[in-house]
């Protein structure tokens, strides 16, 4: 039995980080993915703060899915996911106010993110608090690892450093575009052909071993 348990924790959190990544798979909180992203440290920041919210806004829902009126979840999850963006929101301005003023209002915005809405609907009110924990924390952590190498591609070309880092030669021309909105799309999209085709090179070779 502990071990069932131990494997659909596993596969759960495994999902939510591999094979229904929120951002190159389902295409999922799009806003911050390209708005924020121009810097490493940002997308591990908005990540783990996403991820935060995640889990503990999915660990309640999950507890009180059996309470919650039908007609009044979609309220009630709002309500839950606010109290935990108002809490994240408030340390960063308490511990990390330079951080928190880069990353601006994208940290309120945490509240209405597709991933957590999603979560919340699809999952959380639907299964036990420890899957809905993995649920969260494979999601998060699959956000975060997605649009910290994101920011890291961006950072590289559009300033020539990864973490602040000098990266590129000292005669580099930093590309511009990487630091807007465009630059996010293009990347995000290479990025996405490149994951698709690791994907299917990786199916293949497990129909090849099993055959």
């Known amino acids: 039995m502990a071990d069932q348990k131990k494997s ?32 490493a440290m940002n997308g591990v920041s908005m990540g783990l703060a996403t991820t935060f919210v995640l889990v ?8 009180l899915r059996n309470i919650i009126p039908d007609k009044v979840r979609i309220p009630a999850y709002i309500v839950v996911i606010a109290s935990f963006v108002t809490m994240i929101d408030l340390f960063m301005q308490a511990f990390l106010p330079e951080l928190r003023a880069v ?8 509240v209405v993110n597709c991933i957590i809405f999603a979560r919340a609907e699809s999952f959380a009110a639907k299964n036990p608090p420890l899957l809905s924990i993995a649920d969260g ?33 000292e005669g580099y021309l930093p590309m511009a575009i990487m630091n807007q909105v465009p630059g996010g799309f293009i990347t995000l999209g290479l ?12 199916s293949a070779r497990k129909e090849e071993k099993l055959a």
């Open 103 to 110: 990353l601006g209002t994208y940290i309120q915005l945490i």
């Open 137 to 169: 924390l494979g999601m998060g952590l699959g956000f975060t690892c997605s649009i910290t190498l994101l920011s890291m591609v961006r950072e590289l070309f559009g300033s020539g450093s990864i973490f602040g880092l000098r990266i590129m030669p």
């Open 56 to 63: 503990c806004s999915n660990l309640f829902i999950s507890l």
């Open 191 to 202: 990025m996405m052909i490149l994951v698709n085709v690791i994907k299917k090179y990786a």
């Open 8 to 39: 659909s924790f596993i596969s759960v959190f495994l999902n939510g980080l591999i094979t229904e990544n929120p951002t190159f798979t389902l295409m999922l909180g799009m806003c911050p993915t390209l708005g924020v992203t121009t810097a």
